[in-house]
């Protein structure tokens, strides 16, 4: 007989082993020649060997499936089973041009050609410049990509950073510390994490540095390692800080640069560092670049027409 136990990291054992243990209950008869034992986040197995290998494989399909949808009922559990190995979970999960699993069964894909693009343009090159107006989901494709590179470990971590400029509003005078009054700056950040990572495994992430909100700022003087890092609203970075951004990049970096230049709120006589970073940077090889406009815009369809509208009256 062998014995081996399961630790369950970042994750509700609840989620796992179901209300009142209903879903381990469940695995119990479906190996009927183990003794499972759940206590607290563990569970140990008893068996033959080639029985608790068996469970092993079942068992980190079941745990993938939680991950990227968020949930584990006894069906999935039944389904996932009936599959003849995990390789062949893997391989349905990345079908169909789905970037990410996101909770509650949520399938997140580029949905535009451009948006497209840009994953592509993404796995060919270490750095990226995504430009284009409010809505053409540049932000959001690009934190896919990167929880996508976080699951299949081709980085250890995930910085998402924003200059501090506030759009004709003033920091300053709202209520609270530095955190508290950054993070609803922050929050199209939060609101694209929270699609796609379930919310216990999220904060995790968050306590243990594994993914990190930051502004601009608190860039200077790091040398960003084995991380995806996206610098969002890059069109209020002025040329210095979006030098020194982008001098940030590490051994095994991966950045992604999205703005729209058509929203700069830096005072007048400041230019944007966006501009002048695209003019300097286009002719250099690893380096990519993508546009998107009017017609990659996925929020109401209004927004499209208004897009259009604003940019006819420009001078």
Known sequence: MTEKTFTLENVNPLEIFGIYNSNLLLMQKIFPKLKLVARGNDIKVTGAAAEIELFENKFAMMLLHFEKFGKLTESDIVSLNEM?????????????????HGRNG???????????????IAEENDLVFAIGPAGTGKTYTAVAIA?????????????LTRPAVEAGENLGFLPGDLREKLDPYMQPLYDALRDMIPSAKLLSYF???????????????RTLDNAFVILDEAQNASQNQLKMFLTRMGKSAKFIVT???????????????????????????????????????????LV????????KNQI
């Open 207 to 221: 306590e243990d540095g594994t993914i990190e909100i930051a502004p601009l700022a608190f860039m200077r003087g």
């Open 259 to 301: 703005g729209d230049v058509t929203q700069i709120d830096l005072p007048k006589n400041q230019p944007s560092g966006l501009t002048i970073a695209v003019d300097l940077l286009k002719n250099i090889e690893g380096i990519g670049f993508i546009t998107l406009d009017e017609k990659d815009v996925v929020r109401h369809k």
């Open 106 to 120: 949520l399938l997140i894909k580029a949905i535009t050609p451009n948006q497209q693009k840009l994953v592509d």
């Open 304 to 311: 499209r027409k208004i897009i259009y509208a604003f940019q």
């Open 147 to 159: 929880v996508r590179a976080l699951r299949n470990k081709q980085v250890r971590r995930i910085i």
């Open 84 to 100: 003849d190995n995990a390789g062949d979970f893997s391989q349905e999960s990345e079908t169909n041009g789905v970037l990410v």
